[in-house]
């Protein structure tokens, strides 16, 4: 089974810093099966990338993703104050997995 | 656009089966896979199974003894039943839609989630 390990666990910035969330694959994950969600506090998660660097519907253009193999990383270019929230990166598979988050938090 | 309800009992017993429901509005089962996934009180997002519109089915290892999903067209409902809770299977449940081409290989997300329907397992 594939663990997939996000990190920092927390991150502490201000608006308009720029933020950079890690996940790591314990093996190599297909790009084509990597997505990131935002969930705030009391609110199902949305889907903010699929195919680890494709934007979903409606989701701004500072947010952006890349990566591959076993390296995945979150950006939000400049932190606006709706952003401050829990993030994580789900791999697609035959057991499909989640990382474990990372917070975002205001500094 | 597409909506999804969770609904059912939010008090189960210990060793007894829960059961939801997540019913589709404004749009159609066909064509998607359909994922119940579950966030225990302050905890992270945990995966329980997800089902194809035909009725093929996905289930983590962890729970698959426990966890049936089914999907009722004619209602556009999908439902989860999982039996012999505990109090660890406390927690709030969602229905999300997936979608995922397996022709190329390509995941597209879990783009439609439901609010989610919070079930607490006590006697």
């Known amino acids: 089974e594939i663990v997939l390990t996000q990190s920092p666990g927390t991150l502490s910035l201000s608006p308009g810093e720029r933020a950079t969330l890690s996940c790591r694959a314990s093996q190599s994950v297909s790009s084509s099966l990597l997505a990131w969600y935002q969930q705030k506090p009391g609110q199902a998660p949305r889907l903010l990338i699929y195919a680890a660097s494709r934007r979903a519907t409606g989701i701004p253009d500072r947010f952006s993703g890349s990566g591959s193999g076993t390296d995945f990383t979150l950006t939000i270019s400049r932190l606006e104050p709706e952003d401050f929230a829990v993030y994580y990166c789900q791999r697609y598979g035959n057991s499909l997995t989640f990382g474990g988050g990372t917070k975002v938090e205001i500094k | 656009q597409v909506q999804l309800q969770e609904s059912g009992p939010g008090l189960v017993k210990p060793s007894e089966t829960l059961s939801l429901t997540c019913t589709v509005s404004?749009?159609?089962?066909?064509?998607?896979?359909w994922s119940w996934i579950r966030q225990s009180p302050g905890k992270g997002l945990e995966w329980i199974g997800h089902?194809?519109?035909?009725?093929?089915?996905n289930y983590n290892p962890s729970l698959k003894s426990r966890v049936t999903i089914s999907v009722d067209m004619s209602n556009n409902q999908v439902s989860l039943k999982l039996s012999s809770v505990a109090a660890a299977d406390t927690a709030v449940y969602y229905c999300?839609?997936?979608?995922?081409?397996?022709?190329?290989?390509?995941?597209?997300?879990?783009?439609?989630w439901g609010q989610g329907t919070t079930v607490i397992v006590s006697s």
């Open positions: 999300a839609r997936m979608w995922y081409a397996s022709n190329w290989d390509y995941y597209y997300g879990m783009d439609v």
């Open positions: 404004n749009g159609s089962i066909s064509s998607y896979y």
């Open positions: 089902i194809y519109y035909t009725g093929s089915t």
